[in-house]
């Protein structure tokens, strides 16, 4: 029987141990040729190891397991590791791939060694589309779970010395101020580099409004719309005594309410 | 938000018109008419009439002026004057008809210029006071209108205070954290490593501290300080290479009244979306300091990978916010902050008037 060879890839040490521990007593032929702390490194080593068996943890900093699993992908038989996520493991199910939940127990670890061995020695042609498919799917899981938002989120601004994250739902109006922008929030009021034109692009259209050249609004803290001749109006806000001026360009965006 | 439209003038003169205001004008014009009948040689019939029409007028003017609301003066001053200015005009103009629209033929009669006179003097005096009154009326029904918008936030806030305590009673302890943690006790406990027990009572202390309670008015940040310590100490035996931290709580704080989980919220935070994503890991730095102000300073600063602009904040941070806003008011706030050279610094401040 040839070399049989295999890859560790896990965060967390003790966790890398114990799996290496476990092997060696479950499969004593089997040589765990190197140990990954993330998914760069677990994609860096199996290029130069080229192992046949990876254990990838799902969840690791920087490239996650599935990622690594990507760039390994028909390679090596994967075995993917992960801690009560259970989105993936219904994936891995559905796609009959090998998978250990942690904390595992040597008996669930045995059932998985003893399905490897039988594959080593048919003949190694691994169903590749179905990994291909569950890595896709939990790819893009992973992605909606870190949530990021197409608009700005908060708003950062020097304080003092200091530089603040404003969220933007706190924040009352932007306005012009030559070449910055005055943020006013419930907080205080900073200046910022960013233009008009700029912030209104990045923030979200549902909430914020742009009411003239130079001023946007959180429509959440209007209080009032005052109508102003030649088509103009002025804007209350809750709990401020600043009066906002909407142009006439900008009158339409109150129309409707 | 409601649009208020001061123009066309027409609808909301018409609106502010009701009939409870004619009524009490025509009222006070039968009054004023009956006081002066007596001296007066024309009929009570013309006299009711000209102080009606005077009335209808001083009502149209206090309502035009209402609905101006110029932002140079109180409304009610405005009205009033107004009122005291249109009295005489009015006036004088009832008088027109009867001559004919000759304004000689009025000043040149004595008896009509005593009755114009007496006219306006009453109205003078009657016409103001009502205005007042009305406005002073207006007021009121203003306040009372701000006082149940006040009610209408204050039941929101509670609301708001039972939802944050129910989420908080709901699943606080990650299962994922649970099982990964668990796994990394089991190889201790395996391998027979002396970590194991140090490792169980920091688990111990942590799962005490984090499970569910129903009142937190006794929670101290002495507590709160001991339960992230916990916490932190089992990431750090999950995380050796990429993990360091301090807690330092001055001891003259520790006392101090402290909404459970609060600090727990923020360390889980450094910890999951500053330490953990990066491939280097990070430091984590949990204080608090009394400020020569008086304010309360708590903070949790981490050099991990930082936010970005476009983050979506976390059900933690949103429900932190409420806590906040529920057991204090407006006297305590969560601040984020760029730390320096890299990573994030949230910290909770309370002013001395909340902390206890």
Redesign the interface.
Known sequence: MTRVTALVAD?????R??LR?NLARLWPELEVVADA??G?EAVELFDIHLPQIVFLDV?M??MNGIDAARSIARRAQLVFVT???QYAVQAFEQGAIDYL????DEARLADTVQRLRTRFDQAPAASGNALDAVIERLSSELRQRT??????????ASVGQ????I?VEQVAYLKADEKYTLVVWE?GEALIRKSIRELADELDPERFAQVHRSVIVN?HQ??????G?NETAEIQLKGRKELLPVSRSFVHV?RQ? | ???????PPGSGLLAALTLRRVTIALALAVVVAAVLNPIFVTPFVVLLGRTMVIAMVLLLVFIGLGQWRPSWAPTWLVQVLGVALAVPIATFAVYLPSVGGDVTAVLSHEDRVSGFLLIALCSLIAGPLMTLGAAVRERDAQARNQSLQFALERSTLERQALDARLRLLHAQIE??F???T???V???V??GSPQAAPVLRNLIAYLRGAMPRLNDADATLGDEAELVHAYLALML??????LRFTVDIPQALKGMHFPSMALLTLVENAVRHGV????Q?GAIEVGARREASGDTVVWVADSGVG????????TGLTNLRARLKAVYGDAA?L????HTPQG??AQIVIEPSAST
């Open positions: 965060d967390e040490p003790l966790l141990e114990r521990s702390r993330n760069r969840h900093p920087g801690a009560y996520e939940v942690k904390p595992f949530p990021s938002s197409a608009y700005l989120q908060w708003i950062k200091s530089v603040r994250l969220p907080g429509l209007v209080s009032q719309v005052n109508r001749p109150f309410m | 938000m409601n649009m208020v439209s001061p123009n299962p994922h649970l099982f990964n668990l796994a990394n089991q190889e201790l395996e391998s035996m999950r995380m050796p290479d990429r953990d994503p990066s491939e890991g936010m970005s602009e476009k983050t979506a904040a976390g706030r601040e984020l902050l760029e994030l610094r």
